[in-house]
Structures are given as C-alpha cells and as structure tokens.
C-alpha cells in the first residue's frame, strides 16, 4: 500500500469568510479526514487566526513547481487581479472544487444583477454610486467571477452559507479515492424526505425548490435560515439545477396566480 499521504489545498478569495470559519471549525470531523490527508491553507482574504486551528498547515506565497495538491478547494468569487492565482491553483491540482455560492455562481447580487439589462444595469449602479459610501467595495463584489469562468473546475459544491457537513463527506469520499457523491436533484427531494408540508402547494407562497438544486436538507423549510432561524420558502442559494424546467415551472406558477418574472429572469440570465 502507498503510503503517499493526499494532500488537500484550500483558498479562501472575495467572500464573506464565515463558510472558512464554519469549515475549520468542524475540529471532530477535521481531525477523522486528516488521519490520512494533510490540509493546507494557501490563501485567505479574511482575517481568520489560522493558530487556533492546529490541524491546518498554512502554505505561503507561491507553490514551487514540482508540489502537486491531490485538491484544492477555492472558496469566493474572483476579482480581475485574482485571476492568475486561480490557474496556478488549477495547475497545481489533481482535482478542483467550487465551494459555496460565491464560487460557484458568483454571489447572490451577482446572480441578482444578472436579471437586469444593460441599461438597467447601469442605472442600479448609478444609484449605488449616489447612495452607498462603500461603492467601490460593492461593485467589486457584484463585479466578480466565478472560478469556472476562468478555470476547469471538477467539483461544485454551492451553498450561502454551505452546508459543512456536505464538503466533510466530499473530503472524505474523495481521501478513500471513491468518486465523491454531489447530489443532483431538486430541493423539493430533500423537502419531501423531510416530511415537511409543501408550503406552495398548502399555502400559495412561492418557493424556488422545484428548479434548486439540493444538497442543503431543504434547510430553510425544514429547520430555518442560518441566521434567522425562521422557517420560511427555498430562495435558491444554491443556484439552479442543471436541468430544471423553467418554462414549465413558469408556466405553473403563473396558473396559479403569481407573477415571478423576476426570479424567472435570475435564471434564464444564468
Ligand atoms: S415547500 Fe418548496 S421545496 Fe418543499 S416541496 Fe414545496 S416547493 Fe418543494
Ligand atoms: S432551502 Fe433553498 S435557500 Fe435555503 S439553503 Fe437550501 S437551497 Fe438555499
């Protein structure tokens, strides 16, 4: 048996840093998936104390030639003077995965954004421009791209936030050398597992389940958001599924009185 140990790679770009905080702190489980993997911290954006992580081995600046990560797992969105450092990381990996929304579709106002035309495009950028201080900040972050914009990517995992305990079963699938499970089905399949009641159908409210991909637990219906921790509708964080029928979803939704251009332009756009 090889006793080559597989090395994991994890970058951090443009993001909000809770997904890296959540990810690090899950120490229990970290510690199984490192019995025979060693993570590697090649970059950070966020101010993140990586001492009070002792399983995680911080890798600076550039990596040499001849080291080659098994994975590397690119978390946020990509800024123009980003881009470069995104293809090292696909040279330097075996295997790259997309890590939450941000890398996967960009982010939420990117994908929100991306509903709007040109002109109208503009003219929310002008009112940004007027009323928000941190403008610049801003349309960097509605600005970015996403990792398979600019790189193969192998992997998707989305999420805003991610579900952590998806990206553990990813690393440990992926360590064993099994191909890893990404699920590919809509959040109504999780919901349904659930047992919750279906809240469009009972209550008329829409909700993006049928087009979303899962993979959450149907999390926002079943146990509530993250941060509120009120139950309340799917509103698509983890992007649309590959081969969602929107037309026919539209068209449902329409007979029953709901007008959702909107959000049927937010994926038609994408
Ligand atoms: S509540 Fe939403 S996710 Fe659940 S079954 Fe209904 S439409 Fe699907
Ligand atoms: S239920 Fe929808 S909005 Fe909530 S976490 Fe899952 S994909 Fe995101």
Known sequence: MSSKIFKIGMQE??????????????????EIVL????????????????????????????????????VIVCIGGILPKQENRIRELRRK??????????????????????????????????????????????????????????????????????????????????????????????VCYECKLNGNECIFMEKGIVCLGPITQCGCGARCITIGEIDSGLKTVCTGCYGPLADANLDEWYKMILRYGKSVENIYKFFVAR
């Open 13 to 30: 770009f443009e993001s909000c840093g809770k997904d890296i905080i959540n990810l690090l702190s899950l120490q229990h489980e970290m």
């Open 35 to 70: 019995q025979n993997a060693e993570l590697y911290m090649l970059g950070t954006t966020s101010d993140i104390d990586l001492s009070k992580f002792p399983y995680v081995k911080v890798f600076k600046g550039e990596i040499p030639e001849e080291e080659i990560f098994d």
């Open 93 to 186: 990996s075996v295997k790259l995965l997309a890590l939450g929304t941000c890398s996967v579709w960009g982010c939420r106002p990117t994908i929100a954004l991306s509903a709007f035309n040109e002109e109208e495009q503009n003219q929310i950028n002008g009112e940004m421009e007027e009323n928000s201080p941190d403008y610049n900040q801003e349309i960097g972050s509605i600005t970015r791209k996403t990792i398979g914009d600019i790189v193969k990517v192998d992997y998707k995992i989305p999420g805003c936030p991610i579900d952590e305990f998806s990206f553990i079963s990813f690393l440990m699938d992926i360590v064993d050398g099994k191909l890893p499970r990404i699920q590919d089905a809509p």
